[in-house]
């Protein structure tokens, strides 16, 4: 293997005899950092995550020093933090491995971001098909309290903060974080209007609130263990810290790998570390942020320059692993989940699968969302079903466009940007589709990982 | 409604942790529907009185959540993972082989009520798809051709339940 990983947060998971309690934990190093963190000022705290360049790993990349920044402290009203693991965008798997196999590094670094951000109160929203990954936190906050990490005056600090696990159920848009604090209130996930609603400013229950990824605040635990300045170093600038990447689909070893930011290029962690594609397949396409980015098609070319006036020019094997590079590409990284199809996935079937999810999962408040999830997840579907028309890839582009920027959270979008980029770049097989006789749209494929999508 | 004194207890537990009672919500709904297998109108009314709220802030919630079932399901629930990557691994043909093996239709219950299916939307373990969840137990790489075999061990282990 040409290139290697760098665990950091996945440093201890899967390591023979490691295993998920705090005596484990503790063996290796664990709650140190917080016991130092808490001897600082908060404000020293929040000042080096603010120098490590953080950026959340939940989907945005908005820095997270910036958002803990934003916190209204002026308000007088209490302050509180959520952690995002909501994990559902299609995809991504990372957060489940840091939930399940090191539930304490997430708590040391949620207390850490606690006390930097003097916290009244924590919850870590999990989605509720997590059953056993809300038993592992609960057992791990007893655990955490019992020892004195977290609750009434931690470790001696005169500080306190409770955390409270709380379940979701089955809503794809609780991830949207306005949505995830409706939820929370014990209301439908209907995300709110920004501005007003920015969390750090009117949150939970109308209180200043930071919202952070549960590997965010993993991220937080190493930053302060080795400084801002350290953490920044590692990566490159505007692109800090290393990132989980889950790589599923048509590949030998799907799995989840971590590399500083732009330490693998997209090509080495196709090909070398995930041992490329089944014998005789050829790449067809990658969607490299979870399935709400935009589609890369295998031999395109990424043409541009860099802010300081370089020139780039890549093909989607050489685009690095981090944040900005997919922007350049015209996608995004979101939460890097990279999902590789072979040349047997039929990409209007593909198309037809993620509409159906993001008809399922739009909250409804939103005309456009609402109404055009809906139509959009109609038309492929129909022309799966052999009814397809040549003018459909127009239709559907069309469609996705009056969605894209008409509504109120981000769902809009996501729901927009793989129609936009999956009918535009594979556009002919949309129209051959039609050419298709009714039968073969309904006949099952031969070959083995040629399965029917939708 | 009858609840088990555990259940109550931890009902009666959990409301004070949360700011407001209505957080309170969804946990509560969670227990009773652990505990009954679905949430009744006199369920949604108990949980209104219980939190202070009014019976339609209580049935918002349960018409939202893809998770919460007004209807009994069956003995066991199968949830079997729709989305793209499970899909690329032969998700679509898993289900299809569980809804026959199991005498099952998707999204009802089967004859004798062991057996419900379900697809759901993405069950964040993509790397190892295709994945099927069996009540509370995620299974992982239950690929087509393992989708029989697994089938009827579930099937096995029902009846030894039942």
Redesign the interface.
Known sequence: MAVKETRILLKNVDQPGYTNDIECYMKHGGYKVLQAALKRKPEDLCKEIETSGIRGRGGAGFPAGMKWKFLDRKSGKPIYLICNADESEPGTFKDRQLLYKDPHQLLEGMMIAAYATQTALSFIYIRGEMYEGARILERAIEEARAKGFLGDNIGGSGYSCDMIVHRGAGAYICGEETGLIESLEGKRAYPRIKPPYFPAVLGLYQCPTIVNNVETLCHVKHAIEMGGDAFAKIGTPGNTGTRIWSVSGHVQRPGYYEFPCAGATLGELIYDVCGGLAPGRILKAVIPGGSSSKVLKAGERYKGTFKDGTPFDWSLEDIPLDFDSFVLAGTMSGSGAVIVMDDTTDMVEATANINAFYAHESCGQCTPCREGSLWLSRVTKRMCSGDARKEDADLLKDIADQIDGRTICAHGEATAWPVQALATKFKDEFIAKAAEPKEAALSDRQGESAFRLI | MELSPESLQRIEKLIP????K??????L??IIQEEIGYISKTSMEWVAKK?D?NPM?VY??VT?????KEEPVGRVQV?VC????C???????VCETLQKELACPLNGKSEDGAFSIEF??????????PVV?VD???HEEVT?DKAGDFAKELKSSSKQKA
Do not use: I, N, W
């Open positions: 942790r949360y700011p407001t209505r957080s309170a919500v969804l946990p709904l969670h939190l709220l802030q918002e919630v939202f959540y893809p998770m919460l949830k729709r989305t793209l990557s899909a690329l691994r032969g998700g679509y043909k759901v939307e993405c069950l964040a373990s993509c790397g190892t798809a969840m509370d137990v995620l087509p």
